[in-house]
């Protein structure tokens, strides 16, 4: 349990630095959307952290480590490096191991009250991919929003959603896989 704790507090340590450095970088090249952003993401972890300390759910380290990972990857490579508009398979490698990453978290944060949910595999399977391709439509969702309000350029067009979304479930379906195969390791 201390090594637990330990490692959470290192992951949190971790991305506050990223965010703070970050930030400022962000902050030097003018770019305060990105600031903005940056600091918006980490304000979404602090309440996720504080929820999960009044013990409403519980998240493995290994989790939040991937979560963490995803949003670090996103920021730097993505908005930093601007591998989002100079790649063409950037975006939908981060669909994927974006919807991935959150398919366990949203799992796990569920888990608690779903124990027992079926004995069926198909069902978990169906379950759980529909959870993260969920995320993914939600994710689109945003980047429409962006899209109308921003005037930003983060939807291309049909093509593009469509693969975003064919990704999302990709990601969605390893997750669910890799949990099920979990689950029937112990």
Do not use: P
């Amino acid at each position: 349990m201390i090594k637990e704790d330990f490692n959470s507090r290192l992951i949190t340590s971790i991305f506050t630095i990223f965010i703070f450095i970050i930030s400022v970088t962000f902050f030097m090249k003018k770019q305060i959307y990105l600031v903005l952003y940056a600091i918006f993401i980490y304000v979404i972890y602090i309440i996720f952290l504080y929820f999960e300390s009044r013990k409403i759910y519980k998240v493995k380290n290994y989790i939040k480590a991937l979560v963490v990972i995803t949003i670090m990857i996103d920021i730097v490579a993505g908005f930093y490096f601007n591998f989002y508009h100079t790649t063409n398979w950037f975006d939908k490698a981060m669909h994927m191991f974006g919807c991935f990453s959150f398919t366990l978290l949203f799992h796990s944060m569920i888990h608690l009250y779903i124990k027992n949910f079926s004995d069926f595999k198909i069902v978990i399977f169906i379950f759980i991919t529909s959870l993260g391709v969920t995320s993914g439509v939600f994710y689109e969702f945003i980047e429409f929003g962006l899209d109308v309000i921003l005037k930003s350029k983060n939807q291309n067009g049909l093509i593009d959603t469509n693969l975003d979304l064919l990704f999302d479930t990709l990601g969605s379906m390893l997750a669910t896989i890799f949990i099920i195969y979990r689950k029937s390791s112990y």
